[in-house]
């Protein structure tokens, strides 16, 4: 079994917005952003590979205690706190002391191209 450990180190906010950085085994991927108030604690989730009924594609897929059942905290594209209710946005580049984040749809592509090939992941969020 092909097992990975993603790893989202979360910043101070900025102006509504908590920038990040996401390693997989040890190694930075991309940029994150999350919305402050509605963001996930920090702790270790399952993710599972499924694909999103409002999305309609493959998506990551944050399975905990923290994470309510009727609703689910994916990964995916989004430049702005404001598309984000408590998922991790995904980007390539940002501006220092600004919550945003850019080339969001080529992060995405490179992250599931990345996780596709591993059978168990977790996201540990400090």
Not at 70 to 86: E, F, L, N, S
């Amino acid at each position: 079994m092909k097992k990975a450990e993603l790893e989202l180190r979360r910043h101070a906010p900025v102006a509504g917005g908590i920038l990040g950085e996401l390693l997989l085994n040890g190694k930075f991927v991309c940029y994150t952003l999350e919305r402050v108030g509605v963001a996930i604690p920090a702790d270790v989730y399952q993710v599972s590979l499924d694909v999103s009924p409002k999305f309609h594609k493959l998506m990551p897929l944050l399975v905990g205690p923290h994470v309510p059942a009727k609703w689910g905290v994916r990964m995916h594209c989004g430049t702005k706190p404001a598309h984000t209710d408590a998922c991790v946005l995904v980007g390539l580049a940002h501006m220092p002391n600004r919550a945003s984040i850019y080339k969001t749809v080529e992060a995405f592509e490179q992250l599931m191209g990345l996780l596709i090939g591993f059978d168990a992941l977790t996201l540990t969020i400090r």
